[in-house]
């Protein structure tokens, strides 16, 4: 039953009933059925405000340390990676390798993929051999590609060592940094990365 409003007017002279559908009744007849939300909707999306810099070019290494295959960004989808290009004879490169051997120690297991790409300086750095002795002596533990002909490095149009990338879990670059330094800066860009929501792309 609608409500009803009696209104009683002081002159006496008449009574005037009014009956008034109350507004919340008017208002859910020209309404739609609300649609249940299913539980996706009710997930809290996080997007790092990173600027999206575009697709990474894909790794072209064939040679690897600390790997038994080669890695392809293709297949690190739902991951965070970080990729360095250096050469083991830079001292700058010397400098950054203890920041990123501790980001690989303490983040690989909450989804960070460190990858160091070797592009050589000398003729003596490029014999895998001594790339693989100065990983030992320098502590690296996470994969590193050859890149002697430099197909990786050209593809990122590459001119320094040490340069940072930090890609995305979609395969985007977000974040660069050339040079030694700003190590807070990266890891937090690093955490900031971790955090965004991922959801596979179907299509």
């Given at each position: 039953m609608?409500?009803?409003?009696?209104?009683?007017v002081s002159s006496g002279l008449a009574l005037i009933v009014l009956a008034v559908f109350a507004p919340w009744m008017f208002?859910?007849?020209?309404?739609?059925?609300?649609?249940?939300p299913s539980p996706a909707s009710n997930e809290e999306v996080?997007?790092?405000?990173?600027?999206n810099r575009g697709v990474a070019p894909e790794i072209q290494s064939l040679?690897?340390?600390?790997?038994?295959?080669?890695?392809?960004?293709?297949?690190?989808?739902?991951?965070?990676?970080l990729l360095e290009f250096w050469t083991f004879?830079?001292?700058?490169c010397i400098h950054t390798l203890p920041y990123i051997e501790q980001w690989h120690q303490t983040y690989?297991?909450?989804?960070?993929t460190v990858i160091g790409i070797h592009y050589p300086e000398f003729g003596y750095d490029r014999d895998l051999q001594n790339i693989a002795a100065a990983t030992q002596r320098l502590n690296v533990n996470y994969p590193v590609g050859q890149d002697n002909d430099g197909l990786t490095w050209?593809?990122?149009?590459?001119?320094?060592?040490?340069?940072?990338?930090?890609?995305?879990k979609w395969g985007n670059i977000r974040y660069v940094r050339i040079g030694?330094?700003?190590?807070?800066?990266?890891?937090?860009?690093?955490?900031?990365l971790l955090a965004e929501t991922y959801v596979e792309d179907d299509t």
């Open positions: 609608p409500e009803r409003i009696v209104l009683f208002a859910s007849a020209q309404q739609s059925p609300t649609a249940t996080y997007v790092s405000s990173l600027p040679a690897w340390l600390n790997s038994d295959v080669p890695l392809r960004l293709a297949d690190l989808r739902g991951q965070v990676v004879d830079c001292i700058n690989q297991e909450q989804g960070l050209r593809a990122y149009s590459q001119r320094y060592w040490p340069t940072v990338y930090l890609i995305d030694e330094g700003a190590y807070q800066q990266t890891e937090a860009a690093i955490n900031d």
